[in-house]
């Protein structure tokens, strides 16, 4: 595949997972430059972050993907991505990141490159430092390519209250774009499976979303949560779950693009349980959800938001569909990852 | 028990494989996936199909798709209106 | 609801309730697994009359296969040297010592495809390699796998297997009616099949058993109206094929596929999960293909099929017992940990009911 050593071109070797000369130089040329910050930048045993008022917040993520690189993003992009979402749909403010990679013996150097370019990017984006890190090398054949794992703080903010206990009969939902874009983008990548196509995937750093979500919602914005694996119907089954009320959706208003319905199709996938990216779906009180909406469409990440569904008191608590056509049926979690299908 | 999808074809070459023959690429409204024309002997650029498994099964006829327009209008999801925005299709980038 | 839907609705709901007061409420197959499964997820059931009932066929090439199949699968994932090819719907099937799945995790090598034509490829590209393509699948399938066997055969590609579980339609909707009383009014018939078979396949049935049968695409107002056009022939105690799905299906089908077929493979008995042997309803690779048989090159045969206590998989899929009926339905049994073969496809009946049947939901675990 195309992280798999061509002739000539300089990769990681076992020399540069030991600890020695080579191992300093790959930190010291590679990586650490392109990451510099003033937490990171002292290279001690470990990073001392600034004192903060308020409480912490705390998430880890590990990353593996197949391939490292896919249309529209990458492992590095994905890993900074995913662990800033955890933080900032808690209500939090990120601070800092730690960043372990795990590298297989002979990833292109030029590879790992871009990765650490796309992961120092992506932070400058999110508005967080990688306060610490940590690399190692693994042989041949027992890893990946890359995989990395990054960990996360951030201070929560004291002015809103995300907590899916506090959600009522009527409250509605919203979430800020297409769904199944990142997760049919990745498939078409898959060994064996490849196909071309338009799509991209759309992972982003949502704080500086959500902060506009927060601002014109307030309190009334009552829970957020990133529908990554699982799809939407992974959150709004967790959702039915947990606060008892029926979730309700109606097909024709959930964010969807032709290509991405065709390919799902295509594939035999249900798009509702496709992974995504760069999405959030959020609980609001009826009364603010318009200028909730409305504020969530004026954003970059959020033109394509939509009201999509409303919490009901019907029982037993599950999560309905009204269709395109006008008919109704329940939505279900994923069983576990997707397998394109041909019946 | 059978998924089978319709798209045009855009493209036909010859696979160099002696019984697969020609295949082409076909346009599923933004995705590509090659097929073989093996089974469909007639089928032409900008045909319709409808693939299943990497094979072309069927080519839509065309005057009966003229008639059932509402039908291959439905078939390809494309009496519904869509909420979201739709990726620049491949190609198109560079035109800017 | 769009207008020509609440039209087709409208006149379901008048012709149904009419021969419902006649005493003589019409209940409908739809034979395959895709249609039941569309039926659901368009919403399409939630639209109908609650007198006419819609019974889930045989028509799932994953429920039908046999429990035997897929331990051989298994043993042959484990052998040396050996890539399985399968499609994806094959991977999570349980048999009596685990999935393809639970096989993968213990190391085989099991390459999901889309085409059999990928299988070929993967051969090509593994000469050490002996790669077992797990050819399962109804009339749509098999002309791809023929083809992709006559490919191989052509360039010498000599470590590509396939093991054969291919069934066809028509005999299994001759051994359902020929059981004895039916309580079947007609049936939707599968527009992909049908693309290959052709709607005239089902005169037989039609005339020999005096069922409407109607061919049918897969999008909301395609199969409601293919509905319609059955209770329409059943008030008027008609028997007719129709074809709705004009747009693809024809009456002779494609004669290119059925030709690929036939030169390939020939009809053999073929034991259905759950149902059990019907003669003449499976495919095999003839004599001169023999080299790409796997269970000739292993020197294996099938196993036994098992139901699994409790299980009414087979009284569901032959339009007995509706998946609520069966004791485990929901409870003993989840696509999570599937005990029958209606529960392990997206496209089985039991796993259709779980996922998108509100009435006989289970409350979210
Ligand atoms: S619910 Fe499970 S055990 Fe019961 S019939 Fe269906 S598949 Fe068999």
């Given amino acids: 595949m195309s992280e798999r050593k061509r002739k000539e071109e300089p990769c990681i070797t076992m020399a540069h997972g030991g600890g020695g000369e080579m191992t300093q130089k790959l930190l010291k040329e590679r990586i650490i430059p392109k990451l510099a910050n003033d937490l990171l930048n002292p290279l001690n045993d470990s990073a001392v972050l600034p004192q903060v008022d308020g409480r912490l917040c705390m998430t880890t993520d590990s990353f593996v993907v197949q391939p490292l690189e896919f249309p529209g993003g990458d492992i590095g992009h994905l890993a900074v991505c995913g662990t800033v979402n955890d933080l900032v749909v808690m209500g939090a403010k990120p601070l800092a990141l730690s960043l372990g990679m795990i590298i297989e013996e002979g990833l292109p150097l030029a590879t790992l490159d871009r990765m650490v370019d796309s992961i120092a990017a992506t932070a400058r984006e999110a508005g967080v430092v990688i306060a610490t890190g940590d690399t190692k090398v693994i042989e041949r054949g027992k890893g990946d390519g890359l995989m990395i794992n990054t960990a996360g703080i951030g201070v929560m903010r004291d002015d809103v209250e995300l907590d899916a206990s506090r959600i009522e009969e009527g409250d509605l939902l919203l979430i800020n774009g297409n769904v199944a874009d990142h997760g049919l983008a990745v498939m078409s990548v898959r060994e064996h499976l490849e196909f071309d196509t338009d799509l991209l995937s759309d992972a982003a750093p949502l704080g500086s979303l959500i902060d506009t979500l927060l601002a014109a919602g307030g309190r009334e914005v009552k829970f957020l949560r990133d529908p990554t694996r699982g799809g939407l119907s992974g959150v709004l089954c967790d959702l039915a779950a947990d606060t008892g009320f029926s979730v309700e959706i109606e097909e024709a208003n959930v964010p969807i693009s032709r290509v991405a319905l065709h390919t799902a199709e295509l594939l035999g996938l249900d798009p509702l349980s496709v992974a995504n990216e760069g999405k959030v779906v959020a609980v609001i009180g009826k009364d603010a959800a318009d200028a909730v909406l409305s504020a969530c469409k004026a954003h970059p990440l959020g033109g394509m938001g939509a009201l999509i569904g409303r919490f009901t008191t019907a029982t037993p608590p599950l999560v309905e569909l009204i269709t395109r056509g006008g008919g109704r049926r329940m939505v279900t979690r994923p069983y576990g990852e997707e397998l394109p299908r041909i019946c | 028990m059978c998924l089978a999808v319709p798209g045009k074809i855009l493209e036909i070459v010859d696979s160099g494989e002696p019984v697969i023959g020609r295949t082409a690429m076909v346009d599923f409204q933004g995705s590509r996936l090659e097929a073989s024309l093996a089974m469909v002997p007639e089928a032409e650029v900008d045909d319709w199909v409808l693939v299943h498994a990497g094979f072309a099964m069927s080519v839509l006829d065309e005057k009966e798709a003229k008639e059932n327009w509402d039908m291959l209008k439905a078939a390809l999801g494309d009496d519904v209106e869509l909420v979201g925005n739709e990726p620049t299709p491949k190609g198109d980038e560079d035109d800017q | 609801m769009t207008s020509d839907v609440q039209a087709v609705v409208a006149e379901l709901n008048d012709l149904c309730a009419d021969l419902e007061a006649a005493g003589k409420p019409v209940a409908i197959m739809e034979i395959c697994g895709t249609h039941t499964v569309s039926l659901f997820r368009t919403g399409a059931k939630s639209l109908l009359p609650s007198s006419l009932r819609l019974v889930s066929g045989p028509g799932c090439p994953v429920c039908v296969t046999s429990q035997g199949y897929i331990d051989l699968?298994?043993?042959?994932?484990?052998?040396?040297?050996?890539i399985i090819a399968t499609y994806g719907d094959m991977v999570r099937v349980p048999g009596a010592r685990g999935s393809l799945e639970t096989m993968r995790g213990e190391g085989a090598e099991?390459?999901?495809?889309?085409?059999?034509?990928?299988?070929?490829?993967?051969?090509?590209?593994?000469?050490?390699?002996?790669?077992?393509?797990?050819?399962?699948?109804f009339e749509t399938t098999t002309p791809g796998t023929a083809l992709s066997v006559l490919e191989a055969e052509n360039r010498g590609i000599d470590n590509l297997l396939i093991l054969a579980q291919n069934k066809l339609v028509i005999p299994a909707m001759h051994a359902l009616l020929g059981g004895g009383e039916m309580p079947i009014n007609g049936f939707l018939c599968p527009g992909h099949v049908s693309i290959v078979i052709g709607s005239d396949a089902y005169k037989p049935i039609a005339d020999q058993y005096g069922k409407p049968c109607v061919v049918a695409g897969f999008e909301l107002h395609n199969m409601l109206l293919a509905l319609l056009h059955i209770v329409r022939q059943v008030a008027a105690g008609e028997n007719r094929v129709e074809n709705v799905y004009s747009l693809t299906v024809t009456e002779p089908g494609n004669l290119h596929a059925q030709a690929i077929v036939d030169k390939v493979f020939q009809p053999c008995d073929a034991v259905w999960r759950a149902i059990g042997m019907i003669p003449a309803s499976g495919l095999e690779l003839r004599e001169e293909y023999g080299r790409f048989d796997a269970l000739s090159h292993f020197d294996l045969e099938m196993g036994p099929d098992v139901c699994p206590a409790g299980c009414i998989c087979g009284e569901v899929i032959q339009g007995q017992a509706?998946?609520?009926?069966?004791?485990?339905?929901?409870?003993?049994?989840t696509?999570?940990?599937?005990?029958?073969?209606?529960?392990?496809?997206?496209?089985?009946?039991?796993?259709?009911?779980?996922?998108?049947?509100?009435?006989?939901?289970?409350?979210?675990?």
């Fill in chain 3, 73 to 82: 699968a298994c043993d042959l994932a484990a052998e040396p040297d050996v």
């Fill in chain 3, 110 to 137: 099991i390459a999901v495809v889309y085409s059999a034509r990928d299988a070929v490829k993967l051969a090509e590209e593994n000469p050490t390699k002996r790669v077992i393509f797990l050819s399962v699948g």
């Fill in chain 3, 322 to 333: 509706t998946p609520a009926e069966c004791k485990l339905f929901g409870t003993g049994c």
């Fill in chain 3, 335 to 365: 696509p999570i940990k599937p005990v029958g073969p209606c529960m392990v496809s997206s496209e089985g009946t039991c796993a259709a009911w779980f996922r998108y049947n509100r009435n006989t939901a289970r409350t979210v675990e």
